[in-house]
């Protein structure tokens, strides 16, 4: 039984490009969150959404950050014209759902490093 | 307010002792809790949910006091593979407001 799987688990880009970051939630899992962790500091919450639907999105930059999470395939978080400041360790979580005692899980995460 | 609170630390505990921190929130609606645990440079792992007023885990206790809006966790016969920072999550509807995390660590 899969964990939360994301990759790449390392990118590269140069100021400019685009990074494309992919989560496929635990098996039997509806709800994924993305955090950010800058260095040094702790993680915040970026999206949360349920397929083809984004359910909260108020941790997300408004400009050149977005998700979704189709119905069919991976939640991909898209960050265009990628600056030095975008450099970050992004975490995905899934749950089954949103109810109190419903845990979320991790993946190992994915690392940013804009040159 | 923070939605979540924690003392930064680092805590540091010689190895066999025994560590105890806080975790307070904002938002009395909090149905449940988790402590999460993070080593550096690698995902929050799951270290105990709380549902009622505590929870004990082998050498890990949690305490959750709903009156003063705090939640503790104690490490007993700390180990050196406890060091780590810990994250306390109330948990209500939808998202996971993570604290900053308590950093322990200990030592030989």
């Known amino acids: 039984n899969a964990g939360v799987m994301q990759n790449p688990r390392h990118l590269v880009r140069r100021r400019g490009q685009e990074a494309r970051l992919r989560c496929s939630p635990m098996?039997?899992?509806?709800?994924v969150y993305w955090y950010r962790q800058l260095p040094e500091e702790g993680l915040k919450f970026m999206v949360y959404?349920?397929?083809?639907?984004?359910?909260?999105e108020s941790g997300m930059p408004k400009e050149r950050f977005s998700a979704e999470f189709p119905k069919e395939g991976p939640s991909i978080l898209r960050i265009q014209q990628v600056v030095r400041g975008d450099s970050a360790a992004y975490f995905c979580?899934?749950?089954?759902?949103?109810?109190?005692?419903?845990?979320?899980?991790f993946g190992e995460g994915s690392w940013l490093t804009v040159v | 307010r923070k939605e979540v609170e924690q003392d930064p630390g680092p805590f540091n505990v010689p190895e066999g002792a025994t560590v105890a921190f806080n975790c307070t929130y904002s938002?009395?609606?909090?149905?449940?809790f988790f402590w999460y645990r993070q080593d550096c440079r690698k995902e929050p792992k799951l270290l105990m949910s709380?549902?009622?007023s505590g929870n004990e885990d082998g050498r890990f206790t949690a305490q959750l006091n709903r009156a003063s809006q705090y939640i503790s966790l104690l490490i007993r016969d700390s180990k050196l593979s406890d060091s780590a920072t810990y994250l306390c999550?109330?948990?209500?509807?939808?998202?996971?407001?993570f604290g900053a995390g308590t950093q322990v660590v200990v030592t030989p």
């Open positions: 979580a899934s749950s089954p759902g949103t109810a109190s005692g419903n845990t979320i899980y």
């Open positions: 098996k039997g899992h509806s709800h």
């Open positions: 959404l349920q397929k083809e639907n984004i359910i909260d």
């Open positions: 938002n009395s609606a909090s149905q449940s």
């Open positions: 709380v549902y009622s």
């Open positions: 999550v109330p948990r209500s509807w939808g998202k996971l407001q």
